[in-house]
Nanobody, 115 residues
């Protein structure tokens, strides 16, 4: 398993921005696909954005145009830049990396967007 540590969450007002970071260690980060997921209380965890080892990205319709996923393989770190935040974005955000059928999850970071 690859340890993952998320950071960058916090409390922001609607319309604000945050950048989440996902620091990986123990393995070659560049080989993995990476994704950001979120889970709000009482709701199922959902995929927010993903990026493959080749750089192909995909986004949930609810965040497309507002969020940007990126990775810096030299730093073994992934990012989620979030702009134009809405109260509906409030959730715990989790980083995930995948290689084949194997996945590793971080502990999550809380994002709260006030009205």
């Amino acid at each position: 398993q690859v340890p993952l540590v998320e950071s960058g969450g916090g409390l922001v007002q609607a319309g604000g921005s945050l950048r989440l970071s996902c620091a990986a260690s123990g393995r070659t980060f560049s080989l993995y696909s990476m994704g950001w997921y979120r889970q709000a209380p009482g709701k199922q965890r959902e995929l927010v954005a993903g990026v493959t080892s080749g750089g192909s990205t995909n986004y949930a319709d609810s965040v497309k145009g507002r969020f940007t996923i990126s990775r810096d393989n030299a730093k073994n770190t992934g990012y989620l830049q979030m702009t134009s935040l809405k109260p509906e974005d409030t959730a715990v955000y989790y980083c995930n990396i995948q290689l084949g059928g194997r996945t590793t999850w971080g502990q999550g970071t809380q994002v709260t967007v006030s009205s």
